[in-house]
């Protein structure tokens, strides 16, 4: 198993960042990283994924998620944009990056207490990776996805303190 940790992404990462690639058939439920790094919108923030030291992914935590998805409250982070290097799936680094979430983001959004994310109904794998790493899928849906619908997970973050302490 790999040993994967998050960083916040920097300006000097851009071009092996946008070295990252889905296969053709997941840019549906993804993008390419590319786009969000050369456009990037001033409510999310981009953040790395590195598996055994080598950047292997990439995420965005959206801070406004509420203004879009009505089950999520005001000051909510959304998770958004997780991809993973083609050549780098199937390791179980998707799953690990959502395990290491919590403690990251206590770090990085100290007031934060709940994370909420979509993921496309025909998109099993990664709905699994994100149910393995702590998610909580309620049986709910989201009919406003760009590829239908999605389901809807929810993961509450501990106190801060409450997680120092394991």
């Known amino acids: 198993m790999s040993v994967v940790t998050l960083a916040p992404?920097?300006?000097?990462q851009h071009d092996a960042v946008c070295a990252l690639k889905v296969a053709p058939e997941q840019v549906v439920f993804s993008g390419q990283a590319e786009q969000f790094v050369t456009q990037p919108d001033a409510d999310m923030d981009i953040h790395v994924i590195h598996a055994d030291g080598a950047l292997v992914g990439f995420f965005?935590?959206?801070?406004?998620?509420?203004?879009?998805?009505?089950?999520?409250?005001?000051g909510d982070l959304g998770l958004r944009s997780v991809i993973v290097?083609?050549?780098?799936?199937?390791?179980?680094?998707?799953s690990a990056m959502i395990r290491a979430l919590p403690v990251y983001l206590a770090r990085h959004?100290?007031?934060?207490?709940?994370?909420?994310?979509?993921?496309?109904?025909?998109?099993?794998?990664?709905?699994?990776?994100?149910?393995?790493?702590?998610?909580?899928?309620?049986?709910?849906?989201?009919?406003?996805?760009?590829?239908?619908?999605?389901?809807?997970?929810?993961?509450?973050?501990?106190p801060a303190l409450s997680r120092s302490s394991a």
């Open 9 to 12: 992404y920097t300006p000097d």
């Open 60 to 74: 965005r935590i959206d801070l406004d998620y509420a203004r879009i998805h009505d089950f999520a409250a005001p």
């Open 85 to 94: 290097d083609h050549r780098h799936q199937g390791r179980g680094i998707g």
């Open 109 to 158: 959004y100290p007031g934060a207490t709940d994370i909420w994310l979509t993921v496309n109904l025909r998109n099993p794998g990664a709905r699994k990776s994100y149910l393995n790493g702590g998610f909580v899928d309620n049986g709910a849906h989201y009919l406003g996805g760009d590829a239908g619908p999605q389901h809807i997970l929810h993961m509450t973050l501990e």
